[in-house]
């Protein structure tokens, strides 16, 4: 089990901190879009008790047991295109991704949180 980011990543992540402080990154997913899940990232203000801890170049990672089957394996860049930044997510569990790009299914993996979508 990993989550990894790159060094582009690393050095965003460390400016987030830096300003806003926490304990290190919180990543999983939401229910929302067309295709049914979207990445949650955030800053970590605590460790919650079903959190599972990664680390990628000094940076901490935690990610709730319901989010980690879906995002297992991603590995987080960090993009500028012009005026444009943003997070890119290399998921190897992701399926298929509605056409504007916001949401994504994995056909294997639900959350055990949260009922299959029919659609």
């Given at each position: 089990?990993?989550?990894?980011?790159s060094?582009?990543?690393?050095?965003r992540?460390?400016?987030?901190l830096?300003?806003?402080?926490?304990?290190?990154?919180?990543?999983?997913?939401?229910r929302?879009?067309?295709?049914?899940?979207?990445?949650?990232?955030?800053?970590?203000?605590?460790?919650?008790?079903?959190?599972?801890?990664?680390?990628?170049?000094?940076?901490?990672i935690?990610?709730?047991?319901?989010?980690?089957?879906?995002?297992?394996?991603?590995?987080?860049?960090?993009v500028?295109?012009?005026?444009?930044?943003?997070?890119?997510?290399?998921?190897?569990?992701?399926?298929?991704?509605?056409?504007?790009?916001?949401?994504?299914t994995?056909?294997?993996?639900?959350?055990?949180?949260?009922?299959?979508?029919?659609?």
């Amino acid at each position: 089990m990993s989550i990894t980011l790159s060094d582009k990543a690393v050095a965003r992540v460390r400016q987030f901190l830096q300003r806003d402080g926490g304990v290190g990154v919180r990543f999983g997913v939401r229910r929302t879009g067309c295709s049914g899940w979207a990445y949650d990232v955030g800053i970590a203000d605590s460790v919650n008790a079903d959190d599972h801890h990664f680390q990628s170049a000094g940076v901490d990672i935690y990610v709730d047991a319901k989010s980690l089957g879906m995002v297992d394996g991603t590995h987080i860049d960090f993009v500028a295109q012009g005026l444009n930044q943003s997070f890119v997510f290399d998921n190897p569990n992701v399926k298929a991704e509605c056409g504007c790009g916001e949401s994504f299914t994995t056909s294997d993996i639900q959350s055990p949180q949260s009922p299959a979508n029919p659609f």
